[in-house]
Antibody
Framework: EVQLVESGGGLVHPGGSLKLSCVAS????????MHWVRQASGKGLEWVGR??????????AYAASVKGRFTISRDDSKNTAFLEMNSLETEDTAIYYC????????WGQGTLVTVSS | DIQMTQSPSSLSAFVGDRVTITCRAS??????LNWYQQKPGKAPRLLIQAASSLQSGVPSRFSGSGSGTDFTLTISSLQPEDSGSYYC??????????FGGGTKVEIK
């Protein structure tokens, strides 16, 4: 059974940093691209970014709204993807989901990030 | 970036009604179009991949069609458990992937 479990969310002040983790199981993690998608309360889905697999040079891409502030990485030995968020803004407050592949066929339960003073 | 426009933004229908949600891409995406269902407080769930391929476990009353720029999600006979929000997503370009604004489906 495919499972994605996010963790690391919480309350952070504007300008602060947070690092989210996504632990995967039930599939060959090393062969899959991993994406991050967020959803502000009462709003729609917003793609944050992705990291490809090793054969694709672990290539990353980001939404314009987070580029230069967020970094996606992965540790295939631990079946884990990461989203490191710096210079956080109140507009970054959202539930953050990790998903598998460009079609996002599996989603984690999400972790809430609240940016507030 | 490819913009995805969904309509309507919300709808209310009776159990048993046929419901159609449309999604239009700002440029052609072939059949790289996916549909998701989201219930309140839950993560989205992939319903249909590649415009028309029903995911395992998804009821057959759901169907998808279209290619290029115009796509449709149809629920042939609306059931109470179908209430929630529905999103389209294009995966033709993975940088960035883009979602439609969503359609909220309510049961009358």
């Amino acid at each position: 059974e495919v499972q994605l479990v996010e963790s690391g969310g919480g309350l952070v002040h504007p300008g602060g940093s947070l690092k989210l983790s996504c632990v995967a199981s039930g599939f060959t993690f090393s062969g899959s691209a991993m994406h991050w998608v967020r959803q502000a309360s009462g709003k729609g889905l917003e793609w944050v970014g992705r990291i490809r697999s090793r054969p694709n040079n672990y290539a990353t891409a980001y939404a314009a709204s987070v580029k230069g502030r967020f970094t996606i990485s992965r540790d295939d030995s631990k079946n884990t993807a990461f989203l490191e968020m710096n210079s956080l803004e109140t507009e970054d407050t959202a539930i953050y989901y990790c998903t598998r592949g460009t079609s996002s066929d599996f989603w984690g339960q999400g972790t809430l990030v609240t940016v507030s003073s | 970036d490819i913009q995805m426009t969904q309509s309507p933004s919300s709808l209310s229908a009776f159990v048993g009604d046929r419901v159609t949600i449309t999604c239009r891409a700002s440029q052609g995406v072939g059949t790289y179009l996916n549909w998701y269902q989201q219930k309140p407080g839950k993560a989205p769930r992939l319903l249909i991949q590649a415009a028309s391929s029903l995911q395992s476990g998804v009821p057959s009353r759901f169907s998808g069609s279209g290619s290029g720029t115009d796509f449709t999600l149809t629920i042939s006979s609306l059931q109470p458990e179908d209430s929630g929000s529905y999103y389209c997503q294009q995966s033709y370009s993975s940088s960035p992937v883009t979602f439609g604004g969503g359609t909220k489906v309510e049961i009358k």
